[in-house]
């Protein structure tokens, strides 16, 4: 029989028969896309977001919602990422046919050069070339179209803009208050704004700024330990295998339950389990194949360091040794040399906008679980 597909995936959006747990957060989304609202998804990277954003949106189409999703840091300027919204919701709206009058009409202002191709079927955006063209007259209109192709359309619309925060990279004066003031009118629209780097997206939906208050906000936790345990067990289990429960302890732990590691970790596992065919995976399977991943790693975790400054080298040693709650300790400090709490503070506050660390349920926690671990075995 031909080994079966190694059912533990990352890195990719995670289908239905691989998803776990996170019903009542799709069926909420689900439920509040379907009635136009504008949700706001948070949660650190790799927790999750994009993976539920494209279950719920494959749910909405099979209720013949019409579907568009970008992920803004994609593109590389402003009118770059409007052309590209344009496109996606031309597609989503049509066929050709039905949008090619309104298309005629539009661009009050600029007239975007909008093209259709007969023969693939794909509808190309160009608004302006050369890096002096200035998109911030059209972005109203450009945004403006949703709500336009859904008026008296029969259908409605449901829009994921992913990696959100990155909005403000473009033009952090105009854009933001360019969409917000455009999707409130469309209330055949829903939108979910997905946004990773919390502190970012939080400073973002403050008072002040253009999104306050416009709509729900989803916090995406991480999956709990029984879940996975679960999904864990039985994927193992249907190829004949079985996990100690040290085995799995373990693994949850190194991953600290980021959905991306813990997959990642589980992949690696069943390689190993099916290279050396083991039945019962142990404490000591699972630590090898955690190490495998760290050397994998370890020439960017090298780059990585050499980045940074001694004051973070430190401070990141110290949280990786003896954890994120005593790290404002006297005597962590004095052990790792770390200086006076404000310093310590302003090394944290940097690596948090590095990606590096980042806080969940008010403590810090490293975004990349494998991080700590290599950073331990160098200083071993
Ligand atoms: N509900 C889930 N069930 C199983 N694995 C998941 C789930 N959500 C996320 N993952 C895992 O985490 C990885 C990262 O998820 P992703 O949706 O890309 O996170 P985010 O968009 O928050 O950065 C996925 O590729 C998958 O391996
Ligand atoms: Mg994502």
Known sequence: MANPENPFIFGEVIDEPYFVNRTSELRDLVRDLADGQKVFLLSPRRFGKSSLVALALLKLRKKHIRTVSL?????SSYTQFLEKFAEKVLRAAGPWDRVKDWVARFGRNVKPDINYNMTTGEVSVSLGRGAGFDPV???PEIFAMPGELTRNAGFRMAICLDEFQQISEFDSGTVESAIRNEVQEQREVGYVFAGSQPSLVREMLSARRPFHKAGPQMFLGKIAAGDWKAYISRQFGQRGRRLEETAMEALLAAADLIPYDVQRIA???WDYAEL?????????????VIDRLVAAQSTYYELLWEQLTVGQR???????ERGPSDIYAQTVRSEFRLGPASTVQRALRSLDAKDILDRYEDRTFFVDPLFPVWIRAKTA
Not at 71 to 75: E, F, K, L, N, Q
């Open 267 to 269: 992949h690696e596992l």
């Open 314 to 320: 430190a401070a990141l040693q110290a949280v990786a």
């Open 137 to 139: 007259p059209i972005a």
């Open 71 to 75: 992920t803004v840091s994609s593109y």
């Open 276 to 288: 050396k065919d083991k039945r019962e995976l142990t404490n000591a399977d699972v630590q090898s």
